[in-house]
């Protein structure tokens, strides 16, 4: 099948999607990742792929090199397909960064995945929130919830991910898994990874590199590789590209059923 027919079919298949829980308008999906990975950038590029244009709606930080995460508060993003709303949500978290100071704090993420953040909260990148803040919410509803937590890691640069950020991460993946919530990686910026890949993406899965880059990013998350998707995000093109948007529509596509596999645990 050629890339148009499989972005069409994909499309299709996640424009029919609808929750388990008849009772549920969307699901909830999580989505962190250490500063400048591309987190913000991977949400675009989902709606790009759907649109059929580049689309800008969470803001990405354009200063390469920047510590700093340009996402500070809590925000859900809807992705819409033509004039349709799709019944999924991502909500974009600060970045998390290996200094205790700098970034998201770990617990603020996992109360983000257990639902008890409200959508507009502003990071204190000193104190994670309490039960006794007003964005706290003490008694989160399914629609509260994150169903996924999916973590985006730069792919080009996951061997020297820092330990104390993985120590970071591993209290988070713990912390949900003890609890039931599946984690997914998004590994961005392959085309920098593989030359071959760089000149074409369909190379992607046939590639030396990319699969000891996912097997890096499993050894490191201690995610099944099973659940580590390589993709390139839309950065400095102009115009969206059918094999850019199969990858991201085909990683789409198992974190929903990942996310919907996990809200029909919850329903028994």
Do not use: W
Request: one cysteine or more; aromatic letters at 8%; glycine letters at 6%.
């Amino acid at each position: 099948m050629d890339s148009t027919r499989q972005k069409e079919a994909l499309k299709e298949k996640l424009e029919n999607f609808s929750p388990s829980d008849p009772n549920l308008k969307d699901i909830k999906i999580l989505v962190a990742g250490q500063v400048g990975a591309g987190k913000s950038s991977f949400i675009n590029s989902i709606n790009s792929a759907f649109q059929g244009r580049i689309c800008t709606r969470a803001l990405v930080n354009s200063s390469a090199g920047d510590s700093r995460s340009f996402t500070q508060m809590l925000k859900g993003f809807t992705i819409r397909s033509g004039r349709k709303t799709l019944p999924f949500v991502f909500k974009d978290i600060m970045g998390l960064h290996p200094e205790a100071l700098v970034g998201s704090q770990p617990d603020d993420i996992i109360n983000a995945v257990f639902g008890h953040v409200k959508d507009g909260y502003k990071f204190n990148k000193e104190q994670a929130l309490t039960s006794k803040d007003e964005h706290y919410i003490s008694d989160p509803t399914l629609s509260n919830q994150a169903f996924c937590l999916v973590y985006v890691i730069d792919g080009n640069t996951v061997q020297f991910t820092d330990d104390k950020l993985i120590d970071k991460l591993k209290i988070i993946r713990q912390r949900i898994s003890d609890k039931g919530f599946p984690q997914v990686v998004i590994m961005t910026k392959v085309d920098e990874v593989c030359q071959l890949v760089k000149n074409d993406l369909r190379k992607i899965y046939t590639s030396k590199k990319i699969k000891e880059k996912m097997e890096m990013c499993s050894i490191k998350t201690g995610v099944p590789l099973t659940n580590i998707f390589p993709v390139k995000n839309y950065h400095e093109e102009i115009d969206t590209d059918d094999d850019i948007d199969v990858l991201i529509l085909k990683a789409l596509e198992q974190i929903v059923q990942i996310a919907d596999d996990r809200l029909l645990d919850c329903a028994y």
